[in-house]
């Protein structure tokens, strides 16, 4: 049963990034889009969280990087940026979604 | 695939609504299904056509008008979450004696059956929100 996550809140404003990451079990993957896309800018307190998560795929949407202003350099390794195209597919392609507002 | 969509939030409130747009635009373009939009919650404001953003500004509830008209979307507001919104069509006005309706192009109002139904016939129920 893989399920997709999302969050769509910055981990600064709300623990929502946090209850994500301690219920996200291995095989699943979180994506993170509007504020949440927050928790990946590199040197943040919340980006160094995302590496104990391990064997948990992490996305983040371009749009809202863009938006925001942090360039794909700004973020730490190991995510993926997907664009509304991959969004869908993340949806697709996992057997249910838990959004976590 | 089929996918049913949920607002819970308003429009120009934070970004729920633009995202939901914006996701549901690119799974017609890949050739899915959207089976519903059920509009909750402060997601209900969505759905009243007296919004006047400024010209240079998106107009929310338009575009999900346009995008039901194109697509043959069921935009569907939430009847209790509407009615304490003040979010009203013809029949909804008539019964609660109101002078006016100001339900949008392309939505209807309903129950909260209508979610579970969505979500029953659905392959997935991606939920935007606050």
């Given at each position: 049963m893989a399920m997709l996550h999302t969050v769509n809140k910055s981990p600064f404003e709300r623990n929502s990034f946090d209850s994500c990451l301690s219920h996200a079990k291995a095989g699943s993957s979180i994506l993170l889009f509007e504020?949440?896309?927050?928790?990946?800018?590199?040197?943040?307190?919340?980006?160094?969280?995302?590496?104990?998560?391990?064997?948990v795929s992490i996305y983040a949407l371009g749009p809202d990087l863009k938006a925001r202003g942090?360039?794909?350099?700004?973020i730490i390794g190991g995510v993926t940026v997907v664009d509304y195209g991959g969004f869908v597919d993340l949806v697709t392609r996992h057997d249910s979604v838990q959004s976590w507002l | 695939m089929k996918l049913a969509v949920m607002v819970n939030e308003g429009p120009y409130q934070h970004q729920s609504a633009d995202s939901a747009y914006q996701f549901i635009k690119a799974a017609i373009d890949k050739?899915?299904?959207?089976?519903r939009v059920f509009f909750y919650h402060d997601g209900?404001?969505?759905?009243?056509?007296y919004g006047i953003p400024?010209?240079?500004?998106?107009n929310i509830t338009q575009q999900w008008s346009e995008l039901s008209k194109k697509h043959g979307l069921d935009l569907v507001v939430c009847v209790a979450a509407a009615q304490r919104r003040g979010i009203l069509d013809a029949d909804e006005a008539r019964r609660h004696g109101k002078s006016g309706d100001n339900i949008a192009d392309g939505f209807r109002i309903s129950g909260l059956g209508q979610l579970i139904e969505a979500g029953i016939q659905s392959d997935r129920l991606v939920v935007f929100g606050d």
């Open positions: 504020d949440g896309i927050y928790a990946v800018v590199k040197g943040s307190s919340a980006s160094g969280k995302i590496q104990k998560a391990s064997g942090i360039g794909e350099d700004q | 050739g899915h299904e959207i089976t209900v404001n969505n759905g009243t056509r400024p010209q240079d500004d998106r």
